[in-house]
């Protein structure tokens, strides 16, 4: 890989800021030889621990991010620029459109920095901590084509908000939601903690795996739907839900594995330490009149270790953990838990092969590993493993909180 990098310079690549960004880092290959990388690769780090399915890639590996974000600044003339920051940096490199990225996201990204100067805006300059406009979020529904901006900025005060926000209506009438994030932190978070809806309902809806999902600003949601419908979909299949387990949905965000899993299980608990994902959870289960899943505010780890302290055994467990993977004590609480099937998405499979390293040593068989490209033309890969010990036998699980015992910001009442 180090020798394909070094060449990259003297190739033409597909996308003219492939150089500067470094988001991409397979630009250097065409999409079948991406594929066979990242299926080697995969290979290598985990096919000691057992058997690795082909890799599934997709039919059109472009614009597949339904979720596009640009930081705003100003470049060495003061003029506004917007764009992506540089691998490894604050640096803005000023991207008008992204092979990978949503095209209607991008053309309402111009959109806004093209009004700016007419509406007195200024883009935030990171140096002086001064400006308004920091950072454009744009969500776009695959399914429903539903399109939430959020813009993101240093001050609640904004002047001409009524005729900006009529304007940018006029020129994307798509628009279907508009936010006002606050950010006044010196931070590397793009969002803050406060919000105001300029226009809409503060959320917008998608359909994924016939199961309807609301997705507001800072909830997480797949960003590629049409391989988040393959990723799941081999979830599901590896867990062989007959209707009558009881599923732990661990890292569960807004519901989406739970609530599609809900209707060939007994029952699903979802865990998440995030408030506002399982408040959304919550709400995606009402909208979709799904009465045998619920949801709970808490660390995962924690959770497992009350419920093998009770003699609570799911039958079948969920995991997908962020990039990192999971830490020791969250795999030493699955293991204390012991059920009888563990499903595990990963999204990096070096921390993957490492977690795989005390599973195996807690007396989990690799059984199966898919691959999935969710990101193509980046070096990023998410496999799907399941994992078995013994024969699955269902037990009754005591639910702690249902739908009726929580309210809509996640909370016990």
């Known amino acids: 890989m180090e020798k394909e990098k070094k060449n990259i310079s003297k190739l033409a690549l597909p996308c003219p800021h492939a150089k500067k960004c470094g988001g991409c880092q397979l630009q250097n290959m065409d999409y079948p030889q991406q594929l066979a990388w990242k299926e080697n690769r995969v290979r290598r780090l985990i096919g000691r621990f057992g058997p690795v399915r082909p890799i599934v890639g997709m039919e059109s590996p472009y614009h597949y991010r339904n979720k596009v974000q640009a930081a705003f600044g100003l470049d060495g003339r003061r003029r506004i620029i917007s764009g992506v920051y540089q691998s490894a940096s604050h640096r803005i490199v000023p991207v008008d459109s992204c092979m990978i990225e949503d095209e209607t996201a991008d053309k309402i990204i111009v959109t806004i920095r093209g009004m700016m100067p007419s509406f007195h805006m200024l883009a935030y300059d990171e140096r002086t901590g001064t400006g308004f406009l920091r950072h454009v979020l744009v ?16 001050s609640p005060i904004f002047k001409l908000q009524k005729p900006f926000v009529k304007k940018l209506l006029e020129l994307h009438p798509e628009i279907t939601t508009i936010v006002l994030n606050i950010n006044d932190k010196f931070t590397p978070l793009v969002l803050g903690q406060r919000e105001k809806i300029l226009y809409g309902k503060g959320y917008i809806e998608d359909v994924l795996c016939g199961k309807t999902f ?17 990723l799941y979909s081999t979830a599901i299949g590896m867990a062989g839900l007959t ?18 899993a809900s209707g060939q299980a007994k029952q699903v608990l979802g865990v998440e330490l995030n408030r506002d994902a399982v408040r959304d959870a919550i709400a ?14 808490a660390d995962a780890g924690e959770y497992m270790e009350d419920m093998a302290a009770h003699h609570d055994r ?3 467990v969920f995991m997908d953990p962020p990039r990192a993977g999971s830490d020791e004590k969250f795999l030493r609480s699955l293991l204390r838990l012991s059920p009888p099937k563990v499903i595990y998405i990963s999204c990096n499979p070096e921390t993957l092969a490492r977690d795989l390293e005390i599973l195996q040593s807690g007396g989990y068989k690799l059984e199966a590993a898919q ?6 033309w980046t070096s990023h890969c998410e496999t799907v493993v399941q994992l078995s010990k013994g024969e699955i036998t269902s037990r009754k699980v005591r639910v702690e909180f249902s739908l009726e015992d929580m309210d809509m910001s996640g909370t016990e009442k």
């Open 284 to 297: 995606n289960a009402r909208q979709n009149g799904v009465t045998n899943c619920w949801f709970t505010a």
């Open 243 to 260: 209707g009558r387990e009881t599923v732990l949905d661990a890292y569960c965000g807004t519901g989406t594995i739970a609530l599609i």
């Open 371 to 376: 691959p999935v490209d969710m990101f193509p």
């Open 314 to 316: 799911p039958d079948v």
């Open 214 to 230: 609301r997705i507001s600003p800072r909830s997480f949601y797949q960003i590629n739907p049409v391989q988040t419908e393959v």
């Open 139 to 154: 969500k776009r529904g695959f399914t429903t084509g539903q399109v939430m901006v959020v813009l993101v900025a240093a």
